[in-house]
């Protein structure tokens, strides 16, 4: 019989605002989902309940622009608050064009407006606010395992992802932005392949897949599905973050 | 209750030899795994099966090396005959360091070798063999596709992944590079989000998160499962390939 493994997307998971307990809203929505947690459980959150849990809203009124927010602005053709905020939430900017800025992030990803998102909050017109990603998102999902694992007995292992672009490909696909309990990459150098030849550099990126096969569910849903479970995989336990998913920058050869 | 999708990794799919019917093969193996194709069924294939069947196979010895190929294995410390296939199967050279070179496809995906393999091939070290990428593979999906549905009066959509690497993060994912029957981003632009306000710029790329969610699943089996049969999606259907994937030239900023 076929292996098989499920991406349950969870219905009706609350709308969350600063200072809300995730564990307690994950239990919960599992729960009126029939669902309990079980051993091997992998749970995808998007990374904007995460960031609003954390309370990550920044009303633009209150940023004052540097010059060099104003100097990225004009050349980016964007408000020159959020370009403060973009610089302040990035090591360093490494794109420029007009309506896009890529940045490498504070925690070193490469994206976008350093994931600076306006979409999914409640917003007014005359005094707009985004959402920055979470502070550490690895330390959020480790924070977030760790409380499950004490309420529940079982210790899922957890990715955040958000939705990136990318470099040579039209389209956005989800990425990991923080893990914990997982390898984030599974690394198969030194095994054999069916015919016996050992693998040279084979090392999928696991948590990058599971970010993705989650983001296709979430999309799916018309109202919005921040949650998915995953069942049915066998992934190694660690207890590292996501770090290992960036690629050093004398290795990088498209920056 | 959460909606639910399957990713069914086929077990037993047999080895693939040049000229053999890799529809037949599909529907014996998904009968052998109790599955019969239903409306709205992704089949994910990885590549590698694909080209066995087409028969891409290049021996070495055969390959006469050009001055060019001496020149990018000089560069890249690479086998003069694979420098040579790398370049008949590139538009461009766009990196090269010792053990990597990075290629524009003839097809239009960026890729290490262009795509090139010697794991999973029975290969001899004294005379090794080499397995090029499908020829057309959105024409190899789409055939596919159309024999299916012939035969068994379900029309799959198909994607044939690959695994690649990318700039800026370790590891490796899955990624669509022939597609038939679906649409491989999902437009968004112009919908709302939760709170009314209209999407500017997302447009997820499904088909590529279908490639990665499968690459995922068939990376578990120790003993290698080419075939994922992806259940549960509702994805728009499309006569189109992929050819949508890829970035236009000029709009790339990172080549």
Known sequence: MANSVQLLALDDFPLVSPGDDLAALLLD??????????AGDVLVLAQKIVSKAEGRYVRLADVQPSPAARELARRADKDPRQAELVLQESREVLRV???????????GYVMANAGIDKSNIENSPEDPTVLLLPDDPDQ?????????????G???????????????????????IGTAGL???HNQ????????NVLEVTEPAVADELAAAASLVMGQAAEGCPVVLVRGLKLSEAS???????????????R
């Open 29 to 38: 929505c599992l729960g009126s989902n029939q669902l309990c947690l079980q």
């Open 97 to 107: 064009r007009p309506g896009v800025v890529i940045v490498e992030h504070r925690n």
């Open 140 to 152: 959020s999902a480790a924070s977030l395992r760790r409380q499950l694992g004490q309420r529940s």
């Open 154 to 176: 079982v210790y899922p292992q957890v990715i955040i992802n958000d939705s990136v672009g990318r470099a040579w490909r039209n389209g956005t696909v989800g990425m990991a």
């Open 183 to 185: 390898q984030p990459t």
């Open 189 to 196: 150098v030194g095994e054999r392949d069916l015919f016996g």
């Open 240 to 254: 590292v973050g996501s770090q290992s998913l960036l690629r050093e920058r004398h290795m990088d050869m498209f």
